[in-house]
């Protein structure tokens, strides 16, 4: 079956300008999560959406960032006045129910703010 | 402090020698363990994962992986590699039913010669 989707796989805006990032998680998967992957360091914990309940946003630097899922499947993240240092690759994984289920991710989108 | 840490930044082995990745943690709580592969432009795979049981563990691609708690390790191997094993390889440990607030280290890049 089809994998974690992700759009546009190359971004590059400059800053200020806001983006949106996309994705489509596997079909019949509750959990979806989005992370920040820079260069030189580890991969970075920005949101996670299970279900109907509430997401948890304790990842997001800050508030120019946000993301909404609609219908409990395509997840969008959007970064508002966008700056240098949120150049990174932004990953989208999905999992089933079950917080220790294997993570399956997306090939990820590649920010590039000029 | 809760950390993951792989000391090899970079590996450079021949094809069909063995393979040893390390990974060493700290964590507060009972570990869940796991190991993930990314190869360029991908997004990162589960190559195995550790919970509980038989503390060597057999995962995708012929890899295996041995959890010692003396020594608070997780070490990758396997015993004979394939140019297509050439990847960034990522170790993260989290604790039962937080996958979203898994610990992940800055990653191993292996590169194989012919």
């Known amino acids: 079956g089809a994998g974690v989707s992700q759009s546009p796989s190359n971004k590059v805006t400059e800053k200020g300008k806001d983006v949106e990032l996309r994705c489509d998680p596997i079909s019949g998967h509750t959990a979806l999560y989005w992370y920040r992957q820079s260069l030189g360091q580890g991969l970075e914990f920005l949101i996670y959406f299970q279900g109907n309940s509430a997401p948890d946003k304790s990842g997001l630097p800050s508030d120019r960032f946000s993301a909404e899922r609609t219908g409990g499947s395509v997840s969008t993240l959007t970064i508002q006045r966008t700056q240098q240092e949120d150049s990174a690759v932004y990953l989208c994984a999905s999992s089933l129910l079950g917080e220790n289920s294997p993570l399956h991710f997306g090939n990820g989108t590649r920010l590039t703010v000029t | 402090a809760q950390s993951v840490t792989q000391p090899d930044i970079h590996i450079t082995v021949s094809e069909g020698a063995s393979l040893e990745l390390r990974c060493n943690y700290s964590?507060?709580?009972?570990?869940?363990l796991f190991w993930y592969v990314q190869s360029p432009g991908q997004g990162l795979q589960l190559l195995l994962k550790y919970f509980s049981g038989d503390t060597l563990v057999q995962g995708i691609k012929g890899f295996e992986a041995e959890f010692k708690r003396s020594q608070s390790s997780f070490n990758l191997r396997k015993p004979s590699v394939h140019w297509s094993d050439a990847a960034e390889y990522f170790c993260a440990v989290g604790s039962a039913g937080n996958n979203r607030k898994l610990i992940w280290g800055l990653g191993t890049s292996l590169a194989v010669n012919p």
């Open positions: 964590y507060g709580a009972t570990p869940y």
